[in-house]
C-alpha cells in the first residue's frame, strides 16, 4: 500500500527477478499509481493496481501487507489489514497517537497476527547485537544518550506532497509530520529500543522537555531539541533540523557506566564504537552498511516460519509515538526564528538559520539546550511528566 517514495524500494525489491522466490506481490494499492517508477513493471508483471485498501480486500488476499502510505492513514489501514487476515509491515513511524497505537496493538492481539514497525536499525544484525550486550549489562549502567542530526532539506522535499511538515491534514486528521516523527525518526527510535528490556521492548519515558522551532513556511517544527528520562532515571538528548546549510550526522553518544559507545556517519567513520574506560575497544558494522530491507526479510521469515519474532513491533515503537505527542504538548506553539537570521538560496531552493548548525552541535556537547544557553531566540518547553 503506497507504492510511490519510500514504497517503490519495496517494490523494486519484490520485483527482482533474484527476490521472487521468497515472495511474491499478489495486488498494490495507491490512489495515483502511475507516479510510481516501477509502475510499467507492475502492469507488465500482470500484477492487480487498486485504488483503496477496501477494493484489495473485496478482491484478494495476502500473508503480508506493506503499508508505506502517509503517517495518519497507518493506523486504520493497518487495523483493516489485520482484521482482513494479513500480517503487517507499517512503515514508521508507526501512527499519530497513542491511543491508536493501542489500536493497533488490541487488533493485532485479537487477529492472532504479528504487526512489525519499519524501523530499519531495530532489524539489523549489529544493532541487534549492540542491544544483547546493554542487557547483558556489558557496559554497565546507561547515564546518558544523546543524537544530533543536522539534514538540510529544499522546500521541494517540504512540497512533494500535502501532508509534509503538516500537524493535520485539510480533513482535521493528526499528522505531526516532522523531523522528529519522519526523516530523523531512526535516530530518536534507536535510543529507546537500544534500553528496552527485552528485544520486542523500548524504554519507558517518565519525563520529556522540548523546544521546537521553523524557519520553513510550515506547519510544524522543522527543528527540535530533546530532554526525555527514562523511569530508570536515564537522560535522552535529541537535537536535529533540516534548516541548516551543511549536512551533519547522525551522531550519538552514549555514555554507560564502563564506557562509551560512540557513531558519527561522516567521512572516515564506519563503525560503531564502544570505548571501555579500561582501555578495551568492540566494533559494531555501520547500521546505515546494512540491508535497509531486512525487515521485509524478517517479516518474509517469520511468516515461513509461522512465528513472530519480528524484534520490532507495537511495543517496541509505542515510546517514539508518546515521545513525538508530548513533545507537542511540552510546546503546543511552534516558535519561529528571528527573520533576520533565517536564509534562502534561491538557486538550490533551501532554507537555513544563521548559527543554526554551530548551536545544536554546542548542545549536544555540552548535554544542553538552546533554552540553556543566552540565545535571544531560544524558549523553554514546560516539563512534560508522563
Known amino acids: 500500500m503506497g507504492i510511490g517514495g519510500y514504497g517503490d524500494l519495496y517494490v523494486s525489491h519484490l520485483l527482482d527477478t533474484n527476490k521472487q522466490k521468497e515472495a511474491s506481490i499478489v495486488g498494490v494499492v495507491d490512489i495515483n499509481p502511475k507516479m510510481s517508477k516501477n509502475y510499467n513493471k507492475i502492469i507488465e508483471n500482470h500484477i492487480p493496481v487498486f485504488s483503496s485498501i477496501e477494493e484489495f480486500y473485496e478482491n484478494k488476499k495476502a500473508d503480508l501487507a506493506v503499508i508505506s502510505t502517509p503517517i495518519h492513514l497507518h493506523a486504520y489501514q493497518t487495523c483493516y489489514a489485520l482484521t482482513h487476515g494479513s500480517n503487517v509491515l507499517c512503515e514508521k513511524p508507526m501512527c499519530t497517537t497513542t491511543q491508536d497505537a493501542n489500536k493497533m496493538i488490541n487488533t493485532r492481539n485479537d487477529m492472532n497476527k504479528f504487526l512489525a514497525i519499519g524501523f530499519n536499525w531495530s532489524f539489523n544484525p549489529s544493532v541487534q547485537e549492540l542491544k544483547k550486550d546493554i542487557r547483558n549489562g556489558f557496559f554497565g549502567k546507561p547515564k546518558r544518550l544523546k543524537t544530533v542530526l543536522l539534514w538540510p532539506r529544499s522546500r ?7 501532508w509534509v511538515g503538516r500537524k493535520y491534514s485539510e480533513e482535521s ?6 523531523v522528529a516523527s519522519n526523516a530523523g525518526a531512526h535516530y530518536l527510535h534507536h535510543m529507546f529500543y537500544l534500553l528496552g528490556p527485552t528485544k520486542e521492548e523500548s524504554s519507558c519515558l517518565n519525563q520529556v522537555t522540548a523546544e521546537l522551532y521553523r ?4 506547519e510544524n517544527f522543522d527543528t527540535c531539541a530533546l530532554r526525555a528520562i527514562t523511569d530508570e532515571g536515564v537522560e535522552l538528548l535529541y537535537y536535529a533540523t533540516h534548516a541548516v546549510k551543511n549536512s551533519v550526522g547522525p551522531r550519538f553518544t552514549f555514555e554507560f557506566e564502563h564506557a562509551t559507545i560512540t557513531y558519527t556517519q561522516e567521512k572516515g567513520s564506519n563503525n560503531v564504537i564502544a570505548q571501555f574506560h579500561d582501555g578495551r575497544k568492540k566494533l559494531y558494522t555501520d547500521p ?10 524478517t517479516c518474509i521469515e517469520a511468516i515461513k516460519l509461522g512465528n513472530q ?7 517496541a515503537a509505542y515510546t517514539h509515538t508518546l515521545c513525538i505527542n ?27 538559520v544563521d548559527g543554526l548548525s554551530e548551536t545544536l552541535i554546542k548542545c549536544f556537547e555540552e548535554s544542553r539546550m538552546p533554552s540553556e544557553f543566552d540565545i535571544p531566540w531560544a524558549r523553554k518547553g514546560k516539563l512534560v511528566n508522563l
Do not use: V
Open 156 to 162: 521541494s522535499y517540504y512540497n512533494r506532497a500535502p
Open 173 to 178: 486528521e493528526l499528522i505531526l509530520d516532522s
Open 215 to 218: 524557519a520553513n513556511p510550515i
Open 288 to 297: 546505515r552498511k546494512e540491508d535497509p530491507l531486512q525487515k521485509l526479510a
Open 309 to 315: 519474532d519480528i524484534y520490532c513491533g507495537p511495543e
Open 326 to 352: 508530548s513533545m507537542h504538548n511540552s510546546m503546543p506553539e511552534i516558535i519561529n526564528f528571528p527573520e533576520i537570521l533565517i536564509n534562502h538560496d534561491e538557486k538550490t531552493d533551501l532554507i537555513w
